[in-house]
């Protein structure tokens, strides 16, 4: 919705993005993205479902852009096949036979315009295209959608890198997991308050102490480990947090 904050996730957010989701293709685990908040509006759209995301904009638009920039990469690359299996996660059907984009925002209107455009362009054409000419001609305001131009570029440069890997990642990116809140209009900025604002964080030792469990192998080994991380944490008390801080 127009009244959300724009698009401002930066290279740090997306780098962390592209590393979760390559380890993801690796590990050959989904990732979790967390919980996403959504309206379901009463009105449709020919035959299709529409829902308002109150909050997951941020995530919802990084993951639509770093998709778009695999399926650059497959119409450079002439992978059509690869490219016709990943366009549904972008465009849906409607009941008239129309393409619907599946993501949009009103507040970035050049993200309609990437799409559509990969749509379009054929695997001639985009040999010959630079990606900042690509989304340049693209583009219909700068001011408001520099952003998505950049994340673009950034996942096309990166992606680069990882050609011979690309249907790993997209499966990696389309197979992610998340918690689906549907809420009430009432209730649905209190939903985001809460998880936003409410309850306590956690400290960055238990962070790391979740994530040394979830990937311990085999399975079997994690009470082994629990229990020497226990006496650890028991021998150092409220120390831990400086003990993981330094070392």
Not at 139 to 155: M, N
Request: glycine content about 4%.
């Amino acid at each position: 919705p127009r009244n959300q904050r724009k698009y401002d996730w930066k290279e740090e957010n997306w780098n962390d993005l592209f590393n979760d989701v390559v380890l993801a293709s690796d590990r050959k685990k989904p990732h979790f993205i967390g919980s996403i908040v959504l309206i379901t509006e009463e009105a449709k759209l020919e035959g299709l479902d529409c829902l308002t995301i109150i909050d997951g904009q941020q995530r919802m638009m990084t993951i639509t852009v770093f998709l778009a920039a695999i399926m650059f990469h497959f119409k450079k690359l002439g992978l059509i096949k690869e490219f016709d299996k990943t366009k549904d996660h972008l465009k849906a059907t409607a009941s008239n036979g129309n393409s619907v984009q599946i993501f949009d925002a009103d507040n970035h209107p050049s993200l309609k315009a990437l799409i559509n455009g990969l749509f379009d362009i054929s695997c001639e054409d985009a040999k010959t295209k630079t990606v900042n000419g690509f989304f340049n001609d693209k583009i219909i305001s700068k001011q408001k959608d520099k952003c998505i131009g950049d994340c673009f570029k950034f996942y096309f440069e990166k992606l680069q890198e990882k050609q011979e890997s690309l249907t790993k990642i997209r499966d990696a990116l389309v197979g992610m997991i998340y918690v689906k809140i549907v809420a009430e209009e009432e209730d649905s900025y209190t939903i985001f308050e809460i998880l936003n604002t409410r309850g306590q964080s956690l400290e960055d030792h238990d962070l790391l102490k979740n994530y040394i469990m979830q990937h311990i192998e085999p399975i079997a080994n994690r009470d082994e480990v629990k229990k020497v991380w226990d006496e650890m944490d028991t021998k150092l008390g409220k120390s831990i947090r400086v003990f993981v801080r330094h070392y």
